[in-house]
């Protein structure tokens, strides 16, 4: 059974930073793109940014990009997401969830999740 | 970026009866779309991927149609654990978007 754990999430100031982690089990981590999503209090849900199997290519929705960096270590089987500059409207739950693609237009930045953690709160306020 | 409009945004229906959610795309996603489930203090699970392909686990009263910009989910008799907000996904064009939501409440 595949399972992911968020953890890092906390109450940060405006222009704060923090580092997300997820740690992986019950998958072969290396195999598999990853990515993050956020659920900000009582709203939908909002793709953050997806990266690939060796981590070399990484993908940001523009509203995060030069702030959140998203990375891994595959010896650790752990995905990262490092956010910086942060925001009243970063504040949300944060999910890692597994990208799977099959079929065609399979890139990295797509595909659909198909495993969640259970998410991390981030909460910028002052 | 493709915006997915759901509709209707709250659906009021009672146990057994049929279930029918829509995501209409500004534009063209082909089959790329996606359906979730999420039920209140959990996470989202997967459903649907490429409009029509039931995820592994998912009960065969879940079924996903459409193609281009028109796409429905449709829950064939209610059950229950069925009462949970719905989301659909595309991953034809960067970025990843969502629609916003149906919420399947228990009428």
């Known amino acids: 059974e595949v399972q992911l754990v968020e953890s890092g999430g906390d109450l940060v100031q405006p222009g704060g930073s923090l580092r997300l982690s997820c740690i992986a089990s019950g998958l072969t981590f290396s195999n598999y793109w990853m990515g993050w999503v956020r659920q900000a209090p009582g709203k939908g849900l909002e793709w953050v940014a997806n990266i690939n199997k060796d981590g070399n290519d990484k993908y940001t929705v523009d509203s995060v990009k030069g702030r959140f960096t998203i990375s891994r270590d595959n010896a650790d089987s752990t995905l990262y997401l490092q956010m910086n500059s942060l925001r009243a409207e970063d504040t949300a739950l944060y999910y890692c969830?597994?990208?799977?693609?099959?079929?065609?237009?399979?890139?990295?930045?797509?595909?659909?999740?198909?495993?969640w953690g259970q998410g991390t709160l981030v909460t910028v306020s002052s | 970026e493709i915006v997915l409009t759901q509709s209707p945004a709250t659906l009021s229906l009672s146990p057994g009866e049929r279930a029918t959610v829509s995501c209409r795309a500004r534009q063209s996603v082909s089959n790329y779309l996606a359906w979730y489930q999420q039920k209140p203090g959990q996470a989202p699970r997967l459903l649907i991927y490429?409009?029509?392909n039931r995820a592994t686990g998912i009960p065969a009263r879940f079924t996903g149609s459409g193609s281009g910009t028109d796409f429905t989910l449709t829950i064939s008799s209610l059950e229950p654990e069925d009462f949970a907000v719905y989301y659909c996904q595309q991953r034809s064009n960067w970025p990843i978007t969502f629609g916003q939501g149906t919420r399947l409440e228990i009428k």
């Open positions: 490429d409009a029509s």
């Open positions: 969830a597994r990208v799977q693609c099959t079929g065609g237009n399979c890139y990295p930045w797509s595909g659909w999740f198909d495993s």
